[in-house]
């Protein structure tokens, strides 16, 4: 397994831009428009930091983001470092607790994989999976629908999702695949080593990575809806993971 790194170039609004500063990600420039609240301690933050504080209007920010929702604030050069599958692995060994991780299976749309990102750090995640085709990447939209989480939770992009499945199964990890066919969450032990893959918002798991997975799991769907949110899923077996290790 090897790791890969990526410039997220922008990062849009207050708080992805406070959590980033806070994280000690390398930013070149803060633009900000107007005064108070929020954006004065995104100033002294900055100041801290030695980082550049630029004053502007709204209209060079929503250029600057492709207008994505800014909140009068957005910091250029922002670094968004992978990490390699080893070193994922790694953070569990050093916290002396069980590998909890998260696969991420052609999630294309940002806002998904940014709520994903969110609630995987929330939930105290070691880290997350993406794979480099067919995925959402890190972007302005990602680091905003994250709340700033993508400054914190380590992120592991690799070019071939099925291998790296295969890796982390020799290294003692059950992969936990979410999908309709699957058994009752609420029945699934998830105390052991566990990374849960979470699926496409439209087609769920591929048909490869579903035949990795040491196991199938569902939600009860007891209304006329079918299917879920894949981020929203994903956080209630998240949460599941958090409660039955809490227990």
Request: proline share 3%.
């Amino acid at each position: 397994m090897t790791d890969n790194k990526n410039s997220g170039d922008i990062i849009a609004g207050r708080n992805p831009v406070i959590e980033a500063l806070k994280s000690g990600k390398l930013i070149d420039t803060v633009y900000i428009s107007g005064d108070g609240g929020s954006l004065n301690l995104i100033r002294r933050l900055a100041k801290e930091k030695n980082i550049v504080v630029k004053d502007t209007q709204d209209k060079k920010l929503s250029a600057l983001c492709n207008n994505a929702s800014h909140q009068g604030v957005v910091a250029v050069g922002a670094y968004s470092e992978y990490i390699s599958v080893e070193d994922l692995l790694a953070i569990s060994r050093k916290k002396d607790t069980k590998p909890f991780i998260i696969i991420c299976d052609e999630i294309e749309d940002p806002h998904n994989l940014g709520a994903i990102i969110r609630t995987a750090e929330s939930a105290g995640a070691d880290g997350i999976i993406i794979p480099k085709r067919h995925c959402a990447s890190i972007s302005p939209t990602v680091y905003k629908t994250s709340a700033g989480a993508v400054s914190w939770l380590p992120i592991a992009k690799v070019s071939n999702l099925a291998s790296t499945i295969d890796f982390l199964k020799e290294n003692g990890v059950w992969i936990y695949g979410t999908d309709a066919s699957g058994e009752d969450y609420s029945k699934t032990d998830f105390t052991g080593a566990c990374a849960i893959v979470i699926g496409s918002e439209g087609f769920g798991m591929s048909r490869l990575i579903q035949k990795k997975c040491d196991f199938l799991v569902k939600l009860p769907m007891l209304g006329k809806i079918t299917s879920l949110n894949a981020s929203v899923a994903g956080g209630i077996f998240m949460y599941e993971v958090v409660r039955q290790r809490r227990a």
